[in-house]
């Protein structure tokens, strides 16, 4: 498969699959018996997949799994089976990282976080649509232009991520 089609195919259903488990665990989602499993299931396996693609993918979405893992986001049942599922994955074909890619992220993802928890930072529709990363990307690929395959991936996950919550928002799982 070309890369560019396999990095648009993995970052549209890292993002699904993901809004859809967060939609079935805390909105009242309801699709049928062990749905709750199975996107938890896609949603490693996605992000295994996406990860494997290319080493700019692995450090960038390692970077967002190691926020996850720091802010305890992986709250409930289908999160924990796809952190496992990623985990098992990097212990048994470990990835090539770019550690510029992988700290620098972090550093951004985290930082902003903090500036909210701590209320150094209002929201606003710039932070909510995470344009502090787009930002970031913006600037790697300003420094080189393979780096535009993180801001396909990235646009990608976010522009599905959003139209997924807010298609779910309108039919009442806000």
């Known amino acids: 498969m070309d890369l560019l089609i396999a990095v648009v195919i993995y970052s549209a259903l890292l993002a699904f699959t993901i809004k859809i488990a967060d939609l079935l665990d ?53 999160h924990a089976l796809a952190l496992a599922i990623i985990l098992l994955a990097i212990l048994w074909k470990p990835p090539f990282v770019d550690w510029n890619v992988l700290f620098s992220a972090l550093v951004v993802y985290t ?50 991520y959003h139209t997924t919550k807010y298609v779910a928002a309108l039919q009442g799982y806000a």
């Not at 490693?44 to 190691?66: D, I, K, N, Y």
Request: no cysteine; aromatic share 22%; charged share 10%.
């Open 26 to 78: 805390e909105h009242g989602l309801f699709l049928f018996r062990g749905a709750a499993v199975l996107f938890g299931i896609l949603w490693g396996t996605a992000f295994v997949f996406l990860m494997w693609l290319h080493p700019l993918l692995a450090s960038f979405w390692l970077a967002l799994l190691l926020h996850w893992i720091i802010f305890m986001k992986f709250d409930f049942f289908n």
């Open 111 to 160: 930082g902003i976080a903090l500036l909210h928890r701590y209320h150094m930072l209002k929201k606003n529709l710039f932070w909510n649509l995470n344009g502090h990363v787009f930002l970031l990307l913006l600037l790697f690929l300003f420094l080189d232009q393979q780096y535009s395959l993180l801001l396909l991936s990235y646009g990608v996950e976010s522009a599905v």
